[in-house]
């Protein structure tokens, strides 16, 4: 009932077999694990702890499944956030959530420019931008941070009731509120879509929703929990879904 302990059992059974396929690339088990070890490791760095929030603000990508695994892992509370929104529903977001570090996607750089003064102070210091291109000053490289980090599994004490994410309501009455979601919640949902349409290792997914939102990333990281092969799309493209 962990999926903080999902992707290291996964890398345990299936070292070699292919994870995770992103456009020209694909990750075995082992090299997934060893990537999400090195980003707990840089995120412990930063002083990220269990309970601690980290809002992810980014397209489609293996480095969301990385961070979701990376929180699931210390116990830190995943904060996706929908990318559509404008600066004062992101601000809002972080506010209400109280994140402490984020992780953004090149494209919303001058989304954050736009967000109020006190919640980029809240995560000064503590933002990582993910793509090659060197990032702006104060904030840090994703794939630079991974780099610093040690493939060391952690070890937190972990407990089925633990939260894994908070996911935003789409607030149609009023303010979107925030669902707290725990790993025994994920985890049930996995055992009743494994008996209800009999998947299992075998397995080869493709779930172009956007990651932000609950039901296309955690189908995503159930063929990761079952052993499968999972597809990534950055996004929906029905050219490329139907190819």
């Known amino acids: 009932m962990l999926m903080g302990r999902a992707l290291s059992r996964s890398a345990e059974r299936h070292p070699y077999k292919t994870a995770i396929i992103f456009e020209d690339q694909s990750w075995t088990y082992d090299q997934l694990n060893r990537r999400v ?56 977001r972080l506010s209400h959530s109280q ?21 980029k102070q809240a995560v000064e210091g503590r933002v990582m931008v993910l793509g090659q291109e060197p990032p702006p000053p104060g904030m840090s490289s994703y794939e ?3 780099a610093s980090g040690e493939e060391i599994e952690p070890e937190v004490d ?7 994410f908070i996911g935003y309501t789409g607030g149609t009455t009023g303010r979107s509120k ?12 996995y055992l009743y879509k494994v008996l209800d349409y009999g998947l ?24 990761l929990y079952m052993g499968g092969t999972t597809v990534v799309m ?10």
């Open 178 to 189: 925030g669902a707290l979601t725990s790993n025994r919640a994920i985890v049930a949902g």
């Open 234 to 243: 950055k996004s929906f493209d029905p050219e490329q879904y139907l190819c």
């Open 144 to 146: 630079q941070m991974l």
């Open 99 to 119: 994140a402490t570090a984020l992780v953004l996607g090149p494209e919303y750089l001058v989304l954050f420019d736009g967000l109020e003064h006190e919640i």
């Open 158 to 164: 972990l407990s089925p009731e633990d939260i894994l």
């Open 37 to 92: 070890n090195r980003l707990c490791c840089a995120m412990s760095a930063w002083g990220l702890a269990k309970g601690d929030k980290l809002a992810v603000l980014a397209l489609n990508g293996p480095e969301y499944l990385e961070i979701y695994h990376a929180c699931a892992k210390l116990g830190v509370w995943m904060v996706p956030i929908n990318y559509r929104l404008k600066a004062p529903e992101v601000s809002y």
């Open 200 to 223: 299992g290792p075998g397995e080869v997914t493709l779930n172009p929703g956007p990651f932000w939102h609950t039901a296309p990333r955690n189908f995503t990281s159930l063929a």
